[in-house]
C-alpha cells in the first residue's frame, strides 16, 4: 500500500433503504459505492473521520480499508452534495488497476483573475472540466489554467493548458476555457433620463442642481 494515499475506513452495507441511508449520515458517516473494472457494485459506509482527510481534494486516489479485510484502490468519482446545506450525503469510488490508463474528468481552475480584472476585463468561463488519460498515479487533482496576460477580446483554448507529464487530453483542442470580455461601462443616471434629450438640456439640469 502506498502511503503517501489517504485511507479511507469502510465497512459493508446490505441495506440500501433511504432510512438507513438517513441513519448513516446522522451518525456522522457517508453512505457510498465502489465500482470499476474488476470490482462488482459495492455498497459501503465511509467512516466520517476518515472521510474529513479528503476536504480540500479533489480527484483524489485513495485506499479504501473495507473492514479491515481487504483493501481496494480507488478514484474519488463524485462526492454529492444536499443542494441546500452542502454536506456530503453520498460518494462514489472508482476502483482501479494502478498499471492501467484511465480516463477521467478534471476540474480547469482559473488562475490570475485579478491581473484581467484589474484591466477591467471580465471572465467568462465556459469550460469547468476536461477529460484526460493517464495512470491512475498521475491523475491532477485539478488543472491550473493562468490567465493573467489575457486581454479584453481573447479567448483561450484547451490547447493552451499545460498538462503534467503523462497526462493526455482527450477533448478537442480548439474547445474554448474561458473569454475576456470589456467590463460594461458605468452611465450617469442623470443624462440617461432620455436618450433623445439633447445634451444642452442634460447640462442645465445639472446647472439646477
Known amino acids: ?31 457510498g459505492v465502489i465500482y470499476g473494472k474488476d470490482v462488482p457494485p459495492t455498497a459501503v459506509t465511509i467512516n466520517g473521520e476518515s472521510f474529513k482527510q479528503l476536504r480540500g481534494h ?7 480499508n473495507i473492514q479491515g479485510n481487504r483493501t481496494v484502490t480507488a478514484l474519488v468519482n463524485e462526492i454529492s452534495r444536499d443542494m441546500i446545506n452542502r454536506q456530503p450525503v453520498h460518494i462514489d469510488l472508482h476502483a482501479v488497476n494502478l498499471t492501467e490508463p484511465i480516463t477521467v474528468q478534471v476540474p480547469i481552475i482559473l488562475d490570475g483573475l485579478e491581473a484581467v480584472e484589474k484591466r477591467r476585463g471580465v471572465i467568462q468561463q465556459q469550460t469547468r472540466e476536461v477529460a484526460v488519460r493517464c495512470l491512475p498515479t498521475a491523475v491532477p487533482e485539478f488543472i491550473v489554467h493562468n490567465i493573467a496576460h489575457m486581454e479584453t477580446g481573447q479567448t483561450s483554448t484547451l490547447a493552451d493548458l499545460k498538462l503534467p507529464a503523462g497526462v493526455v487530453l482527450q477533448d478537442e483542442l480548439d474547445t474554448v476555457i474561458c473569454s ?23 447640462e442645465a439640469r445639472h446647472g439646477r442642481e
Do not use: F
Open 1 to 31: 500500500m502506498a502511503t503517501d494515499r489517504i485511507t479511507l475506513d469502510a465497512s459493508l452495507r446490505t441495506n440500501m433503504s433511504k432510512g438507513e441511508r438517513n441513519r448513516i449520515r446522522r451518525a456522522g458517516h457517508l453512505p
Open 180 to 202: 475576456v470580455t470589456e467590463a460594461a461601462k458605468q452611465v450617469d443616471p442623470e443624462t440617461e433620463i432620455n436618450p433623445h434629450v439633447e445634451p444642452e438640456l442634460a
Open 58 to 64: 479533489g480527484k483524489a486516489l485513495v485506499d479504501v
